[in-house]
């Protein structure tokens, strides 16, 4: 599942800021969301997943951005993430959104 992907990899990224109050809320924050969102789906039976899993998407960008992680890093764990989807639609639609979202935060 993606979400729990997401977590994996929030958790396993290396933190390279060592600002408490930034890891705090650029971190820890996020991280707690994306545990809502899972038990969230979990309890509605899938409903809203993709909405849910793009969501988790955005939520690990901004740990990875308070994480200082390089674009590079984050490029390649994104697509770790899509790459084992195995619905070819679901994945096309996630292909995109990864793209979308790691386009925004390079062109700010």
Known sequence: MMIISCLKHAV??????????EF??????PYKEMEVLLDNLDRNNNRH???KAIK????????????????DEKTLR?????????NNEVYKYMKNAV???LQLRTVR
């Open 24 to 29: 705090s809320m650029g971190v820890i924050k």
């Open 49 to 51: 997943a993709q909405d």
């Open 99 to 101: 793209e979308e979202i």
């Open 12 to 21: 396993s990224t290396p933190n390279l800021n060592d600002n408490n109050q």
């Open 78 to 86: 994104f697509y770790e993430i899509i790459d084992a989807i195995k």
């Open 56 to 71: 988790a998407l955005k939520l690990l960008q901004r740990i990875m951005d308070t994480k200082k992680i390089t674009v």
